[in-house]
Structures are given as C-alpha cells and as structure tokens.
C-alpha cells in the first residue's frame, strides 16, 4: 500500500527565516510526485511534479527536490503570504489515476 | 475563466438521508476526480472519470457512495443512508487530457463540506 509521511505537521516561521517540508514515501514504482498547496476553506492548488531522484523544481521562494525515498520542500525567505498547508502525494506506476495523500505540513510565516 | 465549481457549499444532514454533492468542472477537462478531506488529513481518493465512465472507483468506501456523470461534464456524487462518519469536505478536481494521470496537475474546487449530525 502506498503511504506518505509528511513531517513536520506544523512549522511557524519569522519572515525571511528559510526552512524544509519533508515528506517520505512508499510507494510500488513511482510514475510522479506533487507538491500542492491549501489555504484554509480551499482546495488544493498545484505546485510541482517531480518524476525522478535527482530533479529539482522552483517557483518563487519554493525549491522542491526528490530522492528515491523522500521530497523535500524548501521555502527560501518566506513571507506572511506563504502560509498555508503543503500536502505531498505520489503517483503510482501501476492505477495511475490516483494519487495518495500526505496529512500535510501547516506552515505559519509571521511578519 | 471558471474554475471548478462544487454545490452546496455546505450541507447539513441527519443521519440515514440521502445527499447529492455537484461538481461542474472546468470547460474542457476530460478527467474528473472525487476527493474526500476529513479534518487534519490529505485528501483521499474516491473515484476518477474519464469523459462519461467511472475509469476507476476503487476508492469508495461502500455501496451507499454513488457517482455519476452522464454527459461527460457535470458530476454527482451520491450518499446514501448517511451516517456520522460521511462527515468531511468533499473535493472535485478536474484535469486536461494533456494533464491528470500524467502529470499529476489536478484542478481542485472548493470543496462541499458535509455534516451528518
């Protein structure tokens, strides 16, 4: 059975103080893994796909990178507007279709 | 530029009736997904469609969760005898073919969140 582990579940930050997310997995052959982000009362939005170990997405303040075990999420000088809860799922080889679920990390930047 | 839409909002129930959650994807995207988000977890998964058929339902719980999607746009989905524990939000996605099963890229609405008392 595929698992995510996200860790921590929650993390509060000063403004401008950089952290990681991480997030493990098990997973029977990873076709993909994704990064999405969801504010209070919203559904999640899309952040990254990493495929392989070794690949390695930005956008903005965020820096996601893969191994064959674990993601992490960087979050480089965050701002307030960076709150929000940041989920991780991975996409099996086999059943595609769907995508397993992490319980997220609450981040919390304070000015 | 709608994104996706999901109704009711909220909706509140007693237990042992019989809900319908809607949701109207954006125009274009093939794929349709159902979610459910309990409080303090990820979304897991219930069921995908591919235009008008359910490619793959093998996340509902039980018999008393149905989901439809006649013309290939609009989806229902469909609780029966509701009990306590259907208590959670209720998340449709919708994906381009281009995208969903292959990059993983889902475009999530707000959800319908659901209270069995």
């Known amino acids: 059975e595929d698992q995510v582990t996200q860790s921590p579940e929650a993390l509060r930050l000063q403004e401008g103080e950089s952290s990681s997310l991480n997030c493990s997995y098990t997973?029977?052959?990873?076709?993909?893994l994704f990064w999405y982000r969801q504010d209070p009362g919203k559904g999640p939005e899309f952040l990254f796909t990493?495929?392989?170990a070794g690949e390695e997405k930005e956008k903005e303040r965020l820096k996601a990178t893969l191994t064959k075990k674990e993601s992490f999420l960087h979050i480089t000088a965050p701002k307030p507007e960076d709150s929000a809860t940041y989920l991780c799922a991975v996409q099996p080889n086999s059943g595609y279709s769907t995508l397993t679920f992490g319980k997220g990390t609450m981040l919390l930047v304070s000015p | 530029g709608a994104g996706v839409s999901q109704t009711p909002s909220n909706k509140v129930t007693e237990k042992g009736k019989y809900v319908e959650l809607r949701c109207d994807p954006i125009?274009?995207?093939?794929?349709l997904y159902w979610y459910r988000q309990s409080l303090g977890q990820g979304p897991e998964f219930l069921i995908y469609?591919?235009?008008?058929?359910?490619?793959?339902d093998s996340g509902l719980p039980n018999d008393r969760f149905f989901a439809v999607r006649p013309e290939g746009s609009v989806s229902t989905l469909k609780i029966q005898r509701t009990e306590r524990g259907d208590s959670a939000v209720y998340l449709c996605?919708?994906?381009?073919?281009?995208?969903?099963?292959?990059?993983?890229?889902?475009?999530f609405g707000e959800g319908s969140r659901l209270t069995v008392l």
């Open positions: 469609f591919q235009g008008t058929g359910a490619a793959d």
């Open positions: 125009s274009g995207h093939t794929a």
């Open positions: 996605a919708s994906s381009s073919p281009s995208g969903g099963p292959n990059t993983g890229e889902l475009f």
């Open positions: 990493l495929y392989s």
């Open positions: 997973v029977s052959g990873l076709r993909g």
